[in-house]
């Protein structure tokens, strides 16, 4: 068995984590033996070209690590479909996602698309309050909630429902916003202000049906200037509702109640999306059968958000599929060749019989 590279890559990154990702994607094509051009995110091109500049001082020969900028509609759809790029990787949103593939069947190249989330975090009765309240926190806020494993539907068994809103509002509203180079800051601003006012417009129509708990407003006075918005918790809005289907990209948190551990599951379930997700136990079946049932291409237990190098990060469902990081994003960017030789020196093989029959 050969592994062999692919060719030539074709990636996408986004604007959320623009150096991350791109190393994500340069780093195993590369070492596959791939040469790669990168589109970064029209928002956020600069750390790319830094790096492909910190590549060539290294000694990355001319050609390896190309970086093209541009949009995504000229740039980046000539690229997933230029005949001579052999794979495309694309991290995004779905409806993207399902733009590159449509591009990227034409000339049935290999993609890998890591796309939307919309992770739940799932609290059983037995969790410990106060460290799914920090995790809810900690989880939804992360990045000002621009990312698409972000804690963004929190299911919380009934005996803890109404402790846990209480207790996750309190600690939201202790968040300092701020800039992001001071050190009493917890909280930047999004993006941009278009992002900003996306995320406003969902919280803002969700209070026809739901209710708002804490923040869903931007700040008064000198932050008003950049793209803040306050930390927020969504209540009682019903599982069909825009904002618990949707992806918001921003830093909102939507609680549910939940009854029985079936339901508990199925409502982590019922989403198109299978990107990540987290269980809060004590008990390790129960937290054991979480893992096993919820979709989705990572489950935490008692935790939400570290990723680590040496894990694969993707999806199930609408999320995607192929993994970044680990071995398994090596094989990614690889192709599989099966190579067998005859060492008998024989003329007429057994199998040949099939042909000669018995002569």
């Not at 589109?39 to 091109?45: D, F, I, M, N, R």
């Not at 809103?165 to 309190?170: G, L």
């Not at 931007?218 to 019903?238: H, I, N, Q, S």
């Not at 939400?304 to 469902?317: F, L, Q, V």
Request: hydrophobic letters at 45%; charged letters at 20%.
């Amino acid at each position: 068995m050969r592994r062999e590279p692919v060719g030539v890559v074709g990636s996408i990154a986004p604007w959320n984590y623009p150096l991350q990702m791109a190393a994500w994607k340069i780093l195993p094509a590369v070492a596959a033996g791939n040469t790669i051009v990168l589109k970064p995110a029209e928002l956020t091109p600069l750390t790319s070209l830094l790096f492909a500049q910190a590549a060539t001082d290294a000694g990355i020969p001319d050609g390896v690590i190309n970086i093209v900028t541009g949009t995504g509609k000229e740039a980046g759809e000539h690229l997933v479909g230029h005949p001579d790029v052999a794979m495309t990787s694309f991290t995004g949103s779905t409806a993207v996602g399902k733009r590159v593939a449509e591009i990227a069947t034409a000339t049935v190249k290999r993609i890998h698309l890591e796309l939307g989330g919309k992770a739940p975090f799932v609290v059983f009765d037995d969790a410990d309050l106060d460290a799914a309240v920090n995790g809810a926190v900690a989880g939804a806020l992360i990045n000002t909630g621009q990312d698409c494993t972000a804690a963004t539907r929190a299911y919380v068994q009934r005996p803890l429902y109404e402790a846990f809103v209480q207790k996750t509002a309190a600690l939201m509203e202790t968040v300092r916003l701020g800039d992001p180079f001071a050190a009493g800051t917890d909280l930047g601003p999004l993006i941009s202000h278009v992002q900003r006012d996306r995320v406003a417009a969902f919280v803002d129509r969700a209070r026809a049906y739901a209710r708002v708990v804490t923040g869903g407003e931007a700040p008064e006075g000198e932050l008003a200037k950049g793209a803040y918005y306050r930390p927020t918790l969504v209540a009682d809005a019903a599982q069909d509702s825009e904002i618990v289907q949707s992806e918001l990209f921003g830093p909102v948190l939507v609680v549910l109640p939940f009854d029985s551990d079936d339901e508990g599951i199925a409502l982590a379930n019922d989403t198109p999306y299978g990107l990540a997700a987290s269980a809060w136990s004590r008990d390790v079946y129960r937290a054991n059968r979480a893992t096993r049932e919820i979709k989705a291409g990572c489950v935490w237990v008692n935790d939400h958000i570290p990723i680590i190098s040496e894990m694969p990060h993707g999806g199930y469902k609408a999320s995607g599929f192929g993994k970044d990081m680990s071995s398994y994003s090596f094989e990614e960017y690889t192709q599989i060749k099966h190579v067998m030789f005859d060492n008998t020196g024989v003329a007429r093989k057994d199998w040949h019989r099939t042909i000669f029959g018995d002569r």
